[in-house]
Nanobody
Framework: QVQLVESGGGLVQTGGSLRLSCAASGRTVSGAVMGWFRQAPGKEREFVAAISSSGTSSYSAEFAKDRFTISRDNAKDSVYLQMTSLKPEDTAVYYC???????????????????WGQGIQVTVSS
């Protein structure tokens, strides 16, 4: 069983930056695809970014491509999301997730992810 704990969220002004961290425990996630999702009030959970187990490949949603960067440190069983140029529409609860499945197109959906963090609030003020 894997436990995922997010940290680094909070309140930031428009144009600001935040770095989210997700630490895994219970089992190593060095062989897992890791992803970030977010969910705003009244909206469905949406894909933000994913990274392969080795960290050599990553994929981001269109809205995140120029502003957000996903990375991982397998020695620390951690994954990160560096967010820059934040906008009010980025306000959401951000979730870290781990998938034992392959790094494939399905990773942009919630289906392949076996484990989820509890989520962390990111609020961007205008």
């Amino acid at each position: 069983q894997v436990q995922l704990v997010e940290s680094g969220g909070g309140l930031v002004q428009t144009g600001g930056s935040l770095r989210l961290s997700c630490a895994a425990s219970g089992r190593t996630v060095s062989g897992a695809v890791m992803g970030w999702f977010r969910q705003a009030p009244g909206k469905e959970r949406e894909f933000v970014a994913a990274i392969s187990s080795s960290g050599t490949s990553s994929y981001s949603a269109e809205f995140a491509k120029d502003r957000f960067t996903i990375s991982r440190d397998n020695a620390k069983d951690s994954v990160y999301l560096q967010m820059t140029s934040l906008k009010p529409e980025d306000t959401a609860v951000y979730y870290c997730a781990a998938s034992d499945g392959p790094y494939a197109i399905e990773m942009v959906t919630t289906a392949p992810y076996n484990y989820w963090g509890q989520g962390i609030q990111v609020t961007v003020s205008s």
